[in-house]
């Protein structure tokens, strides 16, 4: 298998950074978008070589603002610019001859892979794997009046006086503010459990705005006829399991939803025992409906 750093450009110009692998013979490829803060070493690489060596060729990027991908703002959530990347990496596989591509988003990234196969007609299948979805139930959104208190906090300290973005840790262990809080985000990132050189424990107030306002969840009813699998844990405090079946049950088909019998969200980031009953699903998905 042949893996390579590779750099392509999205449609502003914003460059970005990514590993390809490509198996010999590989005529299918599958690109990537993961948790939020996460790089392309952390858990979009784990399922991208995983992808891989089942004989699809991957591309795992950095998003703009993170990692090695150029950007704007350093370490800062940006909805819409991560649509333009997932647009530009379909593109550059295109690009390399690939003409059925799919796209698998974990975490966060379900929700904005969800939205940009809805939009790309390129996109010949994709896979949401324990997914989040602004908007859908269980998140944040139906949470009434407290919805809006918490975006007036974000909107009161996201910047300084003179337009500078305020940073906050991601993770932290010592019961102060950050971005995800408590023991299970912790867990994977602030451990070597994720280690990557390009991953920092810094990431903008103001990408909580980001995180609490776009919505994906609408993208279900407009997915079909684009194959959808749904891979998601019976038990997530993070990514609720009733915002994954409302997105299956949107959405027309082809469909399918699998559910894991995870104990917690990041069961699968990296717990062999359920990444690897995930990544069987993705490889049937994909070798039927690439």
Same mark, same amino acid.
């Given at each position: ?243 994954? $079946? ?8 082809? $469909? $399918? ?34």
């Amino acid at each position: 298998m042949n893996t390579e750093r590779v750099e392509f450009r999205a449609e502003d110009g914003t460059s970005l950074v990514g590993i390809l692998r490509r198996p010999a013979g590989a005529t299918r490829a599958v690109t990537f978008t993961g948790p939020f803060t996460g790089v392309k070493e952390q858990v979009v690489g784990t399922y991208a070589d995983a992808l891989a060596r089942a004989g699809f060729a991957t591309l795992a990027f950095d998003h703009r603002n993170y990692g090695e991908s150029g950007g704007a703002i350093r370490r800062h959530e940006d909805a819409a610019g991560k649509l333009t990347d997932l647009r530009a990496a379909v593109g550059h596989l295109g690009a390399l001859g690939f003409q059925r591509i799919g796209l698998t988003g974990v975490c966060l990234g379900g929700g904005y892979a969800l939205k940009a196969a809805a939009q790309d007609p390129r996109v010949a299948a994709l896979a949401c794997v324990a997914g989040a979805y602004p908007g859908a139930p269980g998140s944040f959104a139906h949470r009434g009046g407290a919805y809006r208190e918490a975006l007036r906090d974000i909107w009161d300290h996201a910047w300084t006086e003179d337009g500078q973005p305020v940073y906050q840790k991601a993770v932290t262990d010592d019961g102060g503010p950050a971005a995800m809080m408590g023991a299970e985000p912790f867990e994977y990132y602030g451990t070597e459990r994720s280690y990557s050189p390009h991953w920092e424990n810094s990431v903008t107030v103001a990408s909580g705005y980001q995180t609490m306002t776009v919505d994906t969840l609408a993208a279900a009813d407009l997915i079909s006829p684009t194959p959808l699998l749904v891979v998601h844990g019976t038990t997530d405090e993070f990514c609720s399991p009733e915002g994954a $079946k409302a997105v299956y049950d949107r959405a027309g088909e082809p $469909k $399918k939803i699998v559910w894991l019998p995870t104990t917690n969200h990041i069961d699968l980031y990296d717990v062999p025992e359920f990444v690897h009953q995930a990544v069987d699903e993705l490889t049937a998905f994909f070798s039927e409906h690439l």
